[in-house]
């Protein structure tokens, strides 16, 4: 069914941006709801990315103190 996609596709996104759309009431509403999920997008693109990079951080540091332990292993012998 056709709600079923829309809320697979967009899930909250869209209730909210037409929520915004409500409230603001602009005068040119298309373009607002454009613009509004443009921007949504491009905020959720940016805040996974910076979660992927904390990940990908958090990875290296603990890879650097397994090869830092290794390393003091080997010197005790």
């Known amino acids: 069914m056709e709600t079923d996609y829309l ?6 996104c869209l209730a ?3 929520a915004d759309v ?5 005068s ?5 709801l454009a613009h509004w999920l443009y921007h ?10 910076n979660r992927q990079e904390k990940i990908q951080l958090k ?3 603990s890879l650097k103190e397994t090869e830092m ?9």
């Open 16 to 18: 909210q941006a037409l």
């Open 69 to 77: 332990t290794e390393v003091l292993k080997q010197g005790e012998c």
């Open 59 to 61: 990875d290296d540091n």
């Open 28 to 32: 040119d509403p298309i373009e607002y």
């Open 22 to 26: 409500a409230k603001v009431r602009p």
């Open 40 to 49: 949504y997008r491009k905020s959720t693109k940016a805040k996974e990315e």
């Open 7 to 12: 809320k697979r596709c967009f899930g909250n």
